[in-house]
């Protein structure tokens, strides 16, 4: 799987610009984790386009769609990455892949909702400020944040690190969007 393959598949099913730029935030943040850790970053970023591809066009098969659209094309890691982003579905993380995208979805959309409240975005983000917004649960109240702390516990990665590496991928993601899409 090729990432111009992935952008033409989530191009398919996603239209909205705030989903398209949640898939290429996260696959992002799945690319820089992949260099941190001597992985393959191109399978690490298309797992992190394709996360919530069928999520607008099907939200109630969600990700069934996508999951059996590349097990049918023999992309069998990614699916099941895809397959276990979420606890509540019952399909373990495993692999470090699989852990790296249960802790980047949902704490990527959050630290992007932080940068949209802030006069000056990402710029100067911390971590403490961050912690504090995950404490206000009125802030972003549908990103669940049990899934923010067991993604992290699962990277085996202090919460606050976590933060801090996710916010300076997101500055150079912002800084470098080119590059990305």
């Not at 992190?48 to 890691?77: M, N, S, T, W």
């Not at 980047?104 to 959309?109: A, F, N, Q, R, Y």
């Not at 085996?156 to 500055?171: G, M, S, T």
């Amino acid at each position: 799987m090729t990432y111009e393959l992935a952008v033409r598949w989530l191009n398919e099913w996603t239209k909205s610009e705030s989903l398209l730029n949640h898939a290429y935030t996260v696959s992002h943040v799945m690319k820089m984790y992949a260099g941190k850790l001597g992985e393959d970053q191109e399978l690490w970023a298309v797992t992190g386009l394709l996360h919530d591809c069928d999520y607008e066009a099907f939200p109630e098969q969600h990700p069934g769609l996508i999951v059996k659209k590349l097990r049918d094309a023999g992309e069998d890691v990614i699916a099941y990455a895809i397959s276990a982003h979420y606890t509540k579905w019952g399909n373990p993380a495993r692999s470090l892949l699989d852990k790296a995208l249960l802790a980047c979805d949902e704490l990527t959309g959050f630290i992007v909702a932080c940068s949209q409240v802030r006069p000056d975005g990402f710029n100067g983000m911390k971590a403490r400020s961050v912690v504090k917004k995950l404490k206000q649960k009125s802030f972003a109240a549908k990103v669940d944040r049990d899934e923010i702390r067991i993604g992290a516990e699962l990277l085996e990665v202090p919460l606050d690190q976590h933060i801090n590496f996710i916010i300076n991928a997101l500055q150079e993601y912002q800084s470098d969007r080119h590059l990305v899409k």
